[in-house]
């Protein structure tokens, strides 16, 4: 398992610049650990659609990111929004990110699994 990840709040603030110098927004929902709390990003599309990722470990022990959609979540705002009103309830130590971006944008570095691409 991997252990040289970057402090969460480190990895926050490189999030919250790269939406920003793309154009986009990025707001902080809920603070969680500041060392080891894990993320749970939303990305509005400010047209009524959403979707939500979540960090998982691979088989190579690395963090990767997994969207929602493979859990059944569906892509409407208000859907996205109950599973991170769950999330937040089951973990007080979780990062919860909103970013704002009409493309859809995630603005993560680190590999996206979706629905139809196997790992």
Known sequence: MQEDRLP?????????RR???????????QKGDRSRGDILLK????????????????????RIF????????????AEVDDYVRR????????????VEDR????FLTEEVETPGEPE
């Open 8 to 16: 969460s709040w480190l990895w926050v603030d490189a999030l919250i």
């Open 19 to 29: 939406v920003e110098v793309a154009g986009s927004s990025c707001f902080v929902v």
């Open 43 to 62: 990305v509005s599309d400010l047209q009524g659609g959403a979707r939500a990722y979540v960090p998982r470990t691979n088989m190579e022990g690395e």
């Open 66 to 77: 997994a969207d929602v959609r493979l859990q059944g979540i569906g892509e409407s705002e």
């Open 103 to 106: 493309d859809g944008r995630h």
């Open 87 to 98: 999330a937040r309830e089951r973990d007080p130590d979780l990062w919860v990110l909103e």
